[in-house]
């Protein structure tokens, strides 16, 4: 059974930066697919960004240039480097884990306001 803890969520100004980081326990971290999905008050849940296990990514357009996404396989982790943060990034973010099956994290709230 694979587990994810996300941290790095809060409230930040437009423009700041936030790091958000998923670890993840059991399972084979170093060949899944991992990554981020967030949903929006009043929307569905969308991908954010994700990466392979060979690190290949893979950015939704409205993040592209801002965000950046990369793994530690050491510590079985991945990262969300989010620049230039807008009021339309405000969402809760889910960290997953693709290997057959999908696990989700308990998502973390990330609010962008002055």
């Known amino acids: 059974q694979v587990q994810l803890v996300e941290s790095g969520g809060g409230l930040v100004q437009p423009g700041r930066s936030l790091r958000l980081s998923c670890a993840a326990s059991?399972?084979?971290?170093?060949?899944?697919?991992v990554g981020w999905y967030r949903r929006a008050p009043g929307k569905q849940r969308a991908l954010v960004a994700a990466i392979s296990g060979g690190g290949n990514t893979r950015y939704a357009d409205s993040v592209k240039g801002r965000f950046t996404i990369s793994r530690d396989n050491a510590r079985n982790t991945v990262y969300l480097q989010m620049n230039s943060l807008i009021p339309e990034d405000t969402a809760v973010y889910y960290c997953?884990?693709?290997?057959?099956?999908?696990?989700w994290g308990q998502g973390t709230q990330v609010t962008v306001s002055s």
């Open positions: 059991g399972g084979t971290f170093s060949s899944a697919v």
């Open positions: 997953y884990y693709r290997v057959i099956s999908d696990y």
